[in-house]
């Protein structure tokens, strides 16, 4: 079946710190993934939908210069946090689809962002 | 605006017990609407959509308009049901989720 890897799955870093999450569709092509985040006890978010060869479209709210997002392939795209501070500290999850017919999302494992 | 509600933080039923999740939405258009479940220390997957009127390892889910629900049924739980449940509309809005516990 279709399989979304992410990397790392946890990261602890100090404040100030850049950190790169990457998604990648292992086993097909994904046209769109999307960026979630989910703080403790809490549902999924919706952060951003990523187009491949296009920029990324941003729900209400979110910082697209704090929380950079590239897709440069059909198979991996990127979340870079910009300038970490303590409350950026989150679990992010990825999902991929493919865009055609009703075709369900894919999701990755997620990635603990620890920042002291 | 779309929204989806699960009422039920926590769902605690005995095993053999019947199993009823809700989830309510709320949106002008047609919905599509999901449910996914994330067993412990797994990642999120999808169990059954609207669309395909399934039953996955004995759960249905039927999409009543009227009342603007699309509640999770089982009939008889078990102890690998045990997990988090998320109604999901739209394929982006998610529920707050369910936790079912199934005990013995």
């Known amino acids: 079946g279709a399989v979304v890897s992410q990397h790392p799955s946890w990261v602890i870093c100090k404040s100030g710190t850049s950190v790169k999450i990457e998604c990648r569709s292992l086993?097909?092509?994904?046209?769109?993934m999307f960026w979630y985040r989910q703080f403790p006890k809490q549902s999924l978010m919706l952060m951003a939908t990523s187009n491949e060869g296009s920029k990324a479209t941003y729900e209400q709210g979110v910082e697209k210069d704090k929380f950079l997002i590239n897709h440069a392939s059909l198979t991996l795209s990127t979340l870079t946090v910009t300038s970490a501070h303590p409350e950026d500290s989150s679990f992010y999850i990825c999902s991929a689809r493919v865009d055609m017919g009703n075709q369900p999302q894919h999701f990755g494992d997620g990635t603990r962002l620890s920042i002291l | 605006a779309q929204r989806v509600t699960q009422p039920e933080k926590l769902l605690s039923v005995f095993k053999g017990a019947p199993v009823e999740l809700k989830c309510n939405y709320s949106?002008?258009?047609?919905?599509?609407l999901f449910w996914y479940v994330q067993y412990s220390r797994q990642r999120l997957q999808l169990l059954l959509r609207h669309i395909s009127r399934e039953s996955i390892k004995g759960f249905t889910a039927d999409l009543n308009k009227g009342e603007t629900s699309f509640h999770l049924k089982k009939p008889f739980a078990q102890e690998e049901d045990s997990a988090m449940y998320y109604c999901v509309i739209n394929k982006l809005t998610f529920g707050t989720g369910t936790q079912l516990k199934v005990e013995l």
């Open positions: 086993d097909f092509q994904a046209t769109t």
């Open positions: 949106y002008s258009g047609s919905p599509e």
